[in-house]
């Protein structure tokens, strides 16, 4: 799913599937442009993207976030009641060198 934006640009966008062997939805990804953000894009998205897992079947819809995200992601997802289910660390180093 794309919104588009009123210039015709496009201001965020969403996506939702279901893995063949899935009995629950997943969201991924959703962002929204810089400029149209903290204007419910992202959430109108959203709740389509859940509306039309539910319509295709789908009890449960799931997705990952980085938790430290300075976006305000998670509190995007905990607002239309997403709730936390697991942790996770991710760690990396550079052998670049």
Not at 10 to 21: L, N, Q, S
Not at 49 to 68: I, N, P, S
């Amino acid at each position: 799913m794309v919104a588009i934006a009123p210039d015709g640009t496009w201001a965020g966008f969403c996506d939702g599937y279901i893995p063949k062997d899935g009995n629950q939805g997943w969201i991924n990804p959703v962002g929204t442009r810089r400029g149209y953000r903290k204007q419910g894009v992202a959430r109108s998205m959203l709740q389509a993207v859940m509306q039309q897992l539910k319509t295709e079947g789908m009890e449960t819809a799931m997705l990952y976030v980085d938790a430290e995200n300075p976006s305000g992601a998670r509190r995007l997802y905990e607002s239309v009641g997403f709730q936390t289910t697991h942790t996770q660390i991710a760690y990396v180093k550079d052998i670049a060198e």
